[in-house]
């Protein structure tokens, strides 16, 4: 059974690095942040993306990100824009 959901999982996130490798996904993830940083600099705040300073907590508010978002940030820090390589996540390629 437990090695089954780690096929399955493991399964699932080579489709999650596979999607993020995407062009199209790509584009639309860098446009999103673009947009999130452009409505962050008209409030005249500057953001570490860390959460820390925002009081999240203090607000009922709880910070996520998708395996999507987590698959793409991982393809970048390692130079595999292309969606070739190793992803650390998983040792095994993607």
Not at 34 to 43: F, I, L, M
Not at 63 to 72: F, M
Request: net charge negative; proline share 3%.
């Amino acid at each position: 059974m437990a090695s089954d959901l780690q096929a399955t999982d493991r399964e699932a996130w080579r489709r999650w690095f596979a999607a993020a490798a995407d062009p199209a996904i790509d584009s639309k993830l860098r446009a999103l942040c673009e947009y999130v940083d452009a409505r962050t600099a008209t409030r005249d705040v500057v953001c570490w993306a860390s959460g820390q300073c925002c009081k999240f907590d203090e607000f009922g508010h709880r910070l996520y990100v998708t395996a999507l978002e987590a698959a793409w940030v991982v393809c970048r820090v390692n130079g595999m824009d292309s969606g070739a390589g190793v992803s650390p996540a998983m040792g095994d390629p993607v």
